[in-house]
T-cell receptor
Framework: DQQVKQNSPSLSVQEGRISILNCDYT??????FLWYKKYPAEGPTFLIS?????DKNEDGRFTVFLNKSAKHLSLHIVPSQPGDSAVYFC??????????????FGKGTLLTVNP | DAGVIQSPRHEVTEMGQEVTLRCKPI?????LFWYRQTMMRGLELLIY????????DSGMPEDRFSAKMPNASFSTLKIQPSEPRDSAVYFC????????????FGSGTRLTVV
């Protein structure tokens, strides 16, 4: 039972264009969402997050959008750069009891930005 | 701060052998998590500790897996006996329980069981 789904295993874009990575979730108890970026042979690193009380959060070239009614979030990278090539994981956190700080991850999307 | 430190970085072992993975969390973080990454299942949570106490081990695949956190600066994940299907990258992560930025991950241990 995958509660966080990233349906696109891979995405390829041209340098300078927009990259849009999508994520869907099924658990309505999730109240905080995060994106992590992972390079080969390294651990995932935090990129950007959004609380369920917001619908948008922006940090430089990175913007995360949240649509609670659709249980969908997306990460926009504008403009995309070759150094953005990595695996991007969507993650979600619940708000009840002992699961408060447990993150559930999607399977990841491999982004390739071509020069 | 050196970040979350995992050892070894790579481990190759024969089926049936015992494997021990180690993790040193960031000083001051009071939550520690063990994740496993595979192509089929992505990043899945195995177990997590809060203040050195195991809170949720529902992700531990079976009795062959065990984890301990004897103090705030050290944790181990043990597999005994190991099987080829245990081959994966194992990540340790730590966080402040009320941290807004999620976890800090270590670089992982790539385990290969032959």
């Amino acid at each position: 039972d995958q509660q966080v789904k990233q349906n696109s295993p891979s995405l390829s874009v041209q340098e300078g264009r927009i990259s849009i990575l999508n994520c869907d979730y099924t658990n309505s108890m999730f109240d905080y969402f995060l994106w992590y970026k992972k390079y080969p042979a390294e651990g995932p690193t935090f990129l950007i997050s959004i609380s369920s009380i917001k619908d948008k959060n922006e940090d430089g070239r990175f913007t995360v959008f949240l649509n609670k009614s659709a249980k969908h979030l997306s990460l926009h990278i504008v403009p995309s750069q070759p150094g953005d090539s990595a695996v991007y994981f969507c993650a979600a956190r619940g708000n009840s009891g002992g699961s408060n700080y447990k993150l559930t991850f999607g399977k990841g999307t491999l982004l390739t930005v071509n020069p | 701060d050196a970040g979350v430190i995992q050892s070894p970085r790579h481990e190759v072992t024969e089926m049936g052998q015992e494997v021990t993975l180690r993790c040193k969390p960031i000083s001051g973080h009071n939550s520690l998590f063990w994740y496993r990454q595979t192509m089929m299942r992505g990043l899945e949570l195995l177990i997590y500790f809060n203040n050195n106490v195991p809170i949720d081990d529902s992700g531990m695949p079976e009795d062959r897996f065990s984890a301990k956190m004897p103090n705030a600066s050290f944790s181990t994940l043990k597999i005994q006996p190991s099987e080829p299907r245990d081959s994966a990258v194992y990540f340790c992560a730590s966080s402040l329980i009320k941290g807004a930025y999620g976890y800090t991950f270590g670089s992982g241990t790539r385990l290969t069981v032959v």
